[in-house]
Nanobody, 121 residues
Framework: QVQLVESGGGLVQAGGSLRLSCAAS????????MGWYRQAPGKQRELVAT???????NYADSVKGRFTISRDNAKNTVFLQMNSLKPEDAGVYYC???????????????WGQGTVVTVSS
């Protein structure tokens, strides 16, 4: 089992910043890729950013230049620094772990419970 716990969401004014954190636990040896997805009300969940263990990153076009994803492999933690936030960035942000190698075997995909980001205009 892999448990993902997000933190750092909250209410911020447009133009402000937030930093999200996600810690993975559960007898984990390594995680191939970690990332952030978000879901706005009435919309499908969408990719925000991902990062591999070798620090290869991928960003949605809508957040490039404003968001930065990073991770601490030793602590199985991923971060999302969000700057210049816009109202359209609001939603529930979910942490994802892809291909986690654990003492119980390979976990192909795991999700956190989500943290809410609200951006006021």
């Amino acid at each position: 089992q892999v448990q993902l716990v997000e933190s750092g969401g909250g209410l911020v004014q447009a133009g402000g910043s937030l930093r999200l954190s996600c810690a993975a636990s559960g007898s984990i040896f390594s995680i191939f890729r970690m990332g952030w997805y978000r879901q706005a009300p009435g919309k499908q969940r969408e990719l925000v950013a991902t990062i591999t263990g070798s620090s290869n990153t991928n960003y949605a076009d809508s957040v490039k230049g404003r968001f930065t994803i990073s991770r601490d492999n030793a602590k199985n933690t991923v971060f999302l620094q969000m700057n210049s936030l816009k109202p359209e960035d609001a939603g529930v942000y979910y942490c994802n772990a892809e291909r986690a190698y654990t003492s119980a075997g390979l976990i192909s995909n795991a999700w956190g419970q989500g943290t809410v980001v609200t951006v006021s205009s």
